[in-house]
């Protein structure tokens, strides 16, 4: 069993940044695709990001929308996965949800085994 918490969501201006943390429980962290997800109000939880592999070599994926502005990133002694937004625009204002999973397509929801409970990130224009 896999728990997730995430923290660093917040209010924030156009152009301003945030770092999102996710720590998980368990014993086998370096073994798990880790990604981020979003959802605006209205819409669809959507795919933002994931870093996926194992202890040795992990990849990274992103989404258009955020690639040059956004980096995902682990550290496996903390068994924390991070979110680094920078640039940050209105558009990117939503609940953002950090999921876990041993396999799967890694920017679809329905490949996650685990999630945690979301942090709210609002970018005022």
């Known amino acids: 069993q896999v728990q997730l918490v995430e923290s660093g969501g917040g209010l924030v201006q156009t152009g301003g940044s945030l770092r999102l943390s996710c720590a998980a429980s368990g014993r086998t962290f370096s073994r798990l695709n880790m990604g981020w997800f979003r959802q605006a109000p209205g819409k669809e939880r959507e795919f933002v990001a994931a870093?996926?592999?194992?202890?040795?070599?992990?990849?990274?994926y992103y989404t258009d929308s955020v690639k040059g502005r956004f980096t995902i990133s682990r550290d496996n002694t903390k068994k924390t996965v991070y979110l680094q937004m920078n640039s940050l625009k209105p558009e990117d204002t939503a609940v953002y949800y950090c999921?876990?999973?041993?396999?799967?397509?890694?920017?679809?929801?329905?490949?996650?085994?685990?999630w945690g409970q979301g942090t709210q990130v609002t970018v005022s224009s």
């Open positions: 999921a876990a999973s041993y396999s799967g397509s890694y920017d679809r929801t329905n490949s996650y085994e685990y």
């Open positions: 870093n996926v592999g194992t202890w040795t070599s992990y990849s990274t």
